[in-house]
């Protein structure tokens, strides 16, 4: 069951940030829904993993704007992976109810 999406204007800053990650990774390096399918299954969620940790390990003492900016940016980079996991996993359970 598919969730209305809101008008784009009430979407959040960070679901923008987020999207337009997903978009960098497409372009830059071509980590497309091909890229990913062919990844191992569980790479996408191990790397947002990665990604998560390192800034939890930084949120870990006190951060500096600086270090909030970098938190933030890994934490975008890895909502990101999550999303294109999700894609993912869309695209498997599409093909297996053909």
């Not at 071509?30 to 390192?54: K, M, Y």
């Not at 704007?65 to 894609?87: D, F, G, H, N, S």
């Amino acid at each position: 069951m598919e969730t209305p999406l809101p008008p784009l204007a009430e979407v959040s800053t960070a679901a923008l940030a987020v999207l337009a990650e997903r978009q960098r990774q497409i372009t830059r390096y071509g980590h497309t829904a091909d890229a990913d399918d062919a990844a191992p299954r569980q790479h996408l969620l191990r790397l947002g993993h990665v990604f998560l940790l390192d800034a939890a390990d930084l949120l870990s003492r006190r951060p500096n704007p600086a270090e909030l900016t970098r938190v933030r940016r890994k934490a975008v980079q890895a909502a990101a992976l999550c999303l294109a996991e999700i894609e993912r996993i869309d695209r498997e359970l599409a093909a297996g109810a053909d």
